[in-house]
Each structure stands twice: as C-alpha cells, then as structure tokens.
C-alpha cells in the first residue's frame, strides 16, 4: 500500500516551459487535492477534484491545469512556467473530503 | 473571508517541557478541524480531526481542544522530545464543500536537547 505518490521529487524548468506533476493513490479516495507551499508559508489550494471526471479550482488555480480520468491519478500541469510558481507541491487524497487527508511527499519545482 | 490564524508563529522549548500552539478561525460553516504535523521536508502528517461537538481529542502526547463558540482550538504537546520539532498546521473545512479547506500557516516548534 503506498498511499499517494509524486512525481517527480524534484524539477528545475527554464520560463515558459511546461510540463505535469503526477500524482497517483492506491486508496480508491474519491477526493484529490493539489497545493503549493512557498517557503515560510502555509499551504495554498490550487486545485482539488471530488471524484473522476469532477475539478474545481482552489485559491491558486491561474497558470495550472488538471484532469481527473480515473479515481487514481490526478495530474497538475503547468502551462507556461514562471519564477512566481517556484515551490513545493503536495497532492493529498481523502476518501470523503474532510477527515483524514493523505499528503504526498512533495514536488520541490525550481522555475528559472 | 474564511480564514485561520495560528500562533505563536514559532517557538523554542527544552526537551521534555510541554507547550501549547493557538489556532482562531473564522470559517463558517464549519464541519471539523484537523492538526497536522509536517516534518522538514515532507508532507503533512494527520494528528487529530474534531468535528465542531467534539472537545477534546488525544493522539498519544498530542491532545487538541476544540471550542467551537469561540472558534478556538489549542494543541497541547506533552513531555516534548526533540522529534516533535516540525511544523504544526491548523486545517478547517467547510461543511458546504468538503473540497475545500482552509489551511493556517503553521507554528514552527524547535525542540532542544
């Protein structure tokens, strides 16, 4: 059972480039969540989705995408990256949206 | 604007001292609030979940008060030990969007020998 994977654990991206944090859970948890995490700062909402087919944005969403297909992966994709979205990205899953959230270990992306 | 505030923003204890880290909250409706434990480095770490008629809640030397009248929560660390040293995050959800919640920014602990 590993819970919710990252991937990858690290990324450095040139401006402009884009690219996907993946995230899977082997939990069959109906709620996914992504946040970002700047230094010194608490967690931000970016985007979350309460079951496949099912995204909604968060506090963060401009210049990130997701989709939902399946109850297992949920992907975070950067458009066009920019320095400002430099950080640590976390995704979390839960099986009704409000007890127990399960993080990932983080993303740590360096846009330069 | 839901929000959640925690203080102190970070304090340092001696080994084997307990302590106790605030969290006031202005989100409403509410449904629970959660304390976790994010280590350096890692992701956030689930130690106690109230829902709003819930007290009080233990998880070993982590004990988390809840008072919903006053939208106060309190986390009490027992008999600290230098592995408590982290980041403690407050989280309340709404009762309308289980999605979303909102997130403090967290007590830094430093736990010296």
């Known amino acids: 059972n590993a819970g919710v994977t990252q991937t990858p654990k690290f990324q450095v991206l040139k401006t402009g480039q884009s690219m996907t944090l993946q995230c899977a859970q082997d939990m069959n948890h109906e709620y996914m969540s992504w946040y970002r995490q700047d230094p010194g700062m608490g967690l931000r909402l970016i985007h979350y989705s309460v079951g496949a087919g099912i995204t909604d944005q968060g506090e963060v969403p401009n210049g990130y995408n997701v989709s939902r297909s399946t109850t297992e992966d949920f992907p975070l994709r950067l458009l066009s990256a920019a320095p400002s979205q430099t950080s640590v990205y976390f995704c979390?899953?839960?099986?009704?949206?409000?007890?127990?959230?399960?993080f990932g270990s983080g993303t740590r992306l360096t846009v330069v | 604007k839901n929000q959640v505030e925690q203080s102190p923003q970070s304090l340092i204890i001696l080994e084997g001292k307990n302590c106790t880290l605030q969290?006031?909250?202005?989100?409403?409706?509410?449904?629970?609030l959660r304390w976790y434990k994010q280590d350096t480095g890692r992701g956030p770490v689930s130690l106690t979940i109230m829902t709003f008629s819930e007290n009080t809640k233990s998880n070993g030397r982590y004990t988390a008060t809840l008072d919903a009248d006053t939208k106060q929560s309190s986390l009490h660390i027992t008999a600290s030990q230098l592995s408590d040293s982290a980041s403690y995050i407050c989280?309340?959800?709404?009762?309308?969007?289980?999605?979303?919640?909102?997130f403090g920014d967290g007590t830094t602990l430093t736990v010296k020998p």
């Open positions: 979390a899953s839960s099986a009704d949206g409000t007890y127990g959230y399960t």
């Open positions: 969290c006031n909250y202005t989100v409403s409706p509410f449904s629970n």
């Open positions: 989280v309340v959800a709404l009762n309308t969007n289980a999605g979303k919640s909102t």
